[in-house]
């Protein structure tokens, strides 16, 4: 959802028009750098609601012997990986956002492509949904999946895909007249 939101920041402009106005206003340079940023946030605030949304709804809907072991210390260990991973499919979405800057084509590939393909492969190959995107940002959040990658070589693959993307994007944008 976070891969989302982080395109949202730019697609959305782009599907109004607005988007060459705000690079022609602004420049190219601080344009790219205030929607990373605004991605970043945007991640952040995704996974800090869907938190919250998620306690609200299991605080209503568990056995209180469950919700105590569940809101214990022990089990918010994973949530520096968990905001880690947001921000990083944030900014992951916002870069396929500024390749693409088509608001349904980025959708379907943001949201469509890893539920359709990267999650049944982390189920089934491991080994190959290891290196993906999605299956990058699920060892960094340490989701229960077998054979993912550890938290921090998969923040070195997420990086790699990030700046793949990130380069990717700017060698377009730099070739194109706004």
Not at 34 to 48: D, E, F, M, P, R
Not at 127 to 140: D, H, K, T, Y
Not at 155 to 175: D, F, I, K, Q, T
Request: proline content about 5%.
């Amino acid at each position: 959802m976070a891969t989302f939101a982080g395109s949202y920041v730019v697609t959305r402009e782009s599907y109004y028009g607005t988007l060459r106005r705000s690079v022609v206003l602004s420049g190219l340079k601080q344009v790219l750098i205030s929607k990373y940023l605004a991605a970043a946030i945007v991640g952040l605030a995704t996974v800090t609601t869907g938190t919250v949304l998620w306690g609200v709804s299991a605080a209503f809907s568990l056995p209180s012997g469950v919700l105590g072991k569940l809101l214990a210390a022990e089990s918010w260990n994973q949530m520096p990986g968990v905001m880690l991973a947001a921000t990083m499919g944030s900014l992951w979405g916002c870069s396929l956002g500024w390749i693409i800057r088509h608001y349904y084509a980025t959708t379907i590939l943001t949201l469509l492509i890893p539920l359709a393909v990267e999650v049944p492969l982390m189920a089934s190959a491991p080994e190959v949904a290891r290196w993906l995107p999605s299956g990058a940002l699920a060892g960094i959040a340490s989701l229960p999946f077998d054979g993912l990658l550890a938290p921090f070589p998969a923040l070195l693959v997420s990086l790699g895909w990030l700046m793949a993307a990130g380069l990717c994007a700017v060698r377009l944008l730099l070739g194109k007249e706004f």
